[in-house]
């Protein structure tokens, strides 16, 4: 018998196993991939926490591995000291299947350990949990969530006392513990114990208090606020409250999308609840030009990422990529901070190095430092910390390709709800001095070069799903490639290696932590990036062409993918 097979016995006739999960398992007791799946490795804690299927067995998301999960956290946090334990963790949650069943699960291990739990009574955003997680003092924080994952799945994130994502350094520590339990049910919890608290109310009226100090178009928006008309959609996740309050809070008149303000685990409205696609958008897009509106946001279930959709010279609504964003805002917040006098000296921003080479251009012309650093909000997090302390550059925005973006210190991850007031906030200001937003994107194509920035997924299925993306990533770092379409390689780095190698062959050493991802830097300024999803069983090819015009950067986009499908092949 294989040993996925004696361990999925050993569950099934475990007494201390849940009736409905017995069921579930005598579901597939003819289903041997399915048990493979299940059972023939463990779900795995990284330096985002753990995402996976919802279901019974060591390789999915149920109340067992949350458990076992959180006990490890506890072990950890336990020798920090009693103070440690005292000032507590604080757990969030979003509108997943079982989100509240995994929160109140991670709760009772906690108090079980002498560990105080600050439980958010309804659902909130990633944001607002980072944010609390410094604003109450507590040691570290719990986020249970999937982000924009389809709806099969959920997942665990721990932070840290800084409010970003838990560093490589304590997650090491952390999964050490998680390992050392073999015996996934013999870990419990304990039901209404003191030690379980409800986070405050005041918590989310500091929250929004902190949003509105980053208002930088105030006389915009008192002057177009009441007649903009926007069009926003929470995707049945938890964004609908605070991105609402804090719209309503500076006066911009919104219409929301009503059927998808519901708390829907199944996102019964939408393929997947990822914002990034414009077919998530469809229902605000079509509520929009129904009523003549100007601009639609989408969030996504734990309101870290945003998508928007503007109308284009034709009227037509143009869903923006998150690149596109990203430089409008980019653009917006240091053209404002500048007309204000307020840009700091040592004003600097944060993207990750597969996030549009565009940044590099405005952030130079502004003066502004620009740093670069792994996929990965919490390295953005990190930066602001090491900022704070040392006073070298003063923090002013930060966001990655994949729709996330953070302006203010008040959290230490991405911020669809903050982001969501710039957004809205950047329509009133070119709306008050006579333009679109669309015009706008137009005018920074031809002012910085045309950049066309796309991303392709490849699914991978199974359970060596993760060993297969990474072997091909690996197999990259040992050919030699000189060019791709009409470009050719400037360097290729080998994030792996923490190793840059030019084309002449001259290695330079690279200053950033290591991942496993190959880079490819073109001639001309673009860029293509193979690396293997964190979070899904994806591999991630990210392209950047820089180009005088749209259409010779498409041609060129056509040609550098077919070069890469026969690198891949």
């Known amino acids: 018998m294989e040993k996925y097979q004696e361990l999925y016995e050993r569950w099934l006739g475990d007494p201390r196993l849940a009736e409905a999960d017995r069921e579930e398992l005598r579901a597939i007791a003819g289903d041997e991939k399915e048990k493979e799946y299940r059972f023939g490795g463990e779900l795995e804690f990284g330096t985002a926490g753990m995402r996976g299927i919802i279901g019974c067995g060591v390789n999915m998301m149920n109340v067992y591995t949350v458990r076992r999960a959180t006990q490890g956290l506890s072990e950890y946090i336990k020798t920090l000291g009693q103070e ?12 997943r299947k079982n989100s509240r069943l995994f929160a109140e699960a991670a709760a009772g291990v906690l108090a079980k350990n002498g560990i105080r739990a600050l439980l958010f009574t309804r659902v909130h955003p990633v944001p607002m949990l980072s944010y609390a997680v410094r604003h109450l003092g507590a040691i570290a924080g719990i986020m249970i969530t999937a982000s924009h994952n389809p709806k099969e799945y959920n ?18 520590v952390v999964v050490g513990f998680i390992g050392k339990i073999g015996d996934y049910l013999s870990v419990t919890g304990v039901e209404g114990s003191p030690l379980v608290t409800p986070v405050p109310a005041s918590v989310d009226d500091d929250y929004i208090a902190e949003l509105e100090k980053l208002t930088l178009s105030e006389g915009a928006v ?10 926003y959609t929470p995707v049945h996740g938890s964004g609908y409250v605070p991105v609402m309050r ?14 998808q303000t519901t708390e829907d685990p199944a996102f019964s409205t939408v393929a997947v609840p990822n914002p990034e696609f414009k077919e998530t958008l469809s229902m605000g897009i079509a509520l929009a030009d129904r009523i003549h509106a100007d601009v639609v946001f989408g969030t996504d279930p734990d309101s870290d990422r945003l998508g928007v959709a503007v109308k284009d010279e034709k009227g037509e609504f143009h869903a923006l990529s998150g690149n596109q964003v990203g430089i409008l805002l980019l653009d917006y917040i240091l053209t404002r901070l500048k007309e204000e006098d307020a840009l700091p000296a040592n004003a600097a921003v944060v993207k990750s190095f597969v996030t549009t080479g565009m940044a590099k251009l405005i952030c130079d012309d502004f003066g502004v430092a ?8 919490k390295f953005i997090g990190e930066k602001i910390k090491l900022w704070e302390a040392d006073g070298s550059h003063t923090f002013v925005f930060g966001f990655e390709e994949s729709c996330g973006y953070l302006r203010g210190t008040h959290a230490r991850d991405k911020d669809a709800v903050v982001a969501s007031m710039l957004c809205a906030e950047m329509v009133c200001y070119y709306t008050y001095i006579g333009k679109t937003v669309y015009e706008r994107l137009q005018e920074i194509y031809q002012k910085y070069g045309y950049v066309l920035d796309r991303n392709v997924s490849i699914q991978y299925a199974g359970l060596n799903a ?16 000189t060019a791709f379409g009409p470009f050719k390689v400037a360097a290729m780095r080998d994030y792996s290696a923490s190793v840059r190698t030019l084309a002449d062959g001259t290695k330079e050493t690279l200053d950033i932590p290591k991942c496993n991802c190959v880079y490819y830097e073109l001639e001309g300024g673009g860029f293509i990036c193979v690396r293997p999803s964190g979070t899904e069983p994806k591999l991630k090819i990210y392209y950047s062409v820089k180009a005088s015009d749209e259409h010779f950067a498409e041609a060129a986009l056509f040609l550098i993918q077919k070069d890469v499908e026969k690198l891949l092949s």
């Open 84 to 95: 440690a334990a005292e000032r507590g963790v604080v757990i969030s949650y979003d509108t």
């Open 466 to 481: 993760m060993k297969e993306m990474n072997a091909v990533v690996d197999g990259l770092k040992t050919r030699t490639v």
């Open 155 to 172: 997942g665990y994130k721990v932070y840290g006392e800084d409010g970003a994502q838990m560093s490589p350094e304590a997650t090491a």
């Open 370 to 377: 620009l740093f670069e650093t792994p996929v990965g909000f």
């Open 222 to 231: 008192k002057a177009c606020g009441k007649d903009l008309k926007l069009v």
């Open 246 to 259: 804090i719209l309503e809070r500076l006066g911009i008149h919104v219409h929301v999308v009503e059927e």
